[in-house]
Nanobody
Framework: QVQLVESGGGLVQAGGSLRLSCVVS????????MGWYRQAPGKQRELVAT???????NYADSVKGRFTISRDNAKNTVYLQMNSLNSKDTAVYYC?????????WGQGTQVTVSS
């Protein structure tokens, strides 16, 4: 059984930083893309950032220059360093991984930015 366990969310003041982690465990082979999505209250889930197995990254325009995604393939872990947070970043953040024939989601971690 594959599990994605996120951590690192919480309450932070505007301008602050948080680092999210997502550890993938279980029987899984060759993860292609690892990524982070978020869903704010009353809004649809949206892409935040993705990273390929080769290290290519993709960011939503709203987080470019502030967030950095990285991954440790040996540990099946993906990270999201979030700097200069603002109230618009408040959301539940979800880890996502996919490869050939599979896609998995984490349970989500709450990030709340107070102004």
């Amino acid at each position: 059984q594959v599990q994605l366990v996120e951590s690192g969310g919480g309450l932070v003041q505007a301008g602050g930083s948080l680092r999210l982690s997502c550890v993938v465990s279980g029987s899984i082979f060759s993860i292609n893309i690892m990524g982070w999505y978020r869903q704010a209250p009353g809004k649809q889930r949206e892409l935040v950032a993705t990273i390929s197995s080769g290290g290519s990254t993709n960011y939503a325009d709203s987080v470019k220059g502030r967030f950095t995604i990285s991954r440790d393939n040996a540990k099946n872990t993906v990270y999201l360093q979030m700097n200069s947070l603002n109230s618009k970043d408040t959301a539940v953040y979800y880890c996502n991984v996919w490869g050939v024939g599979f896609e998995y989601w984490g349970q989500g971690t709450q990030v709340t930015v107070s102004s």
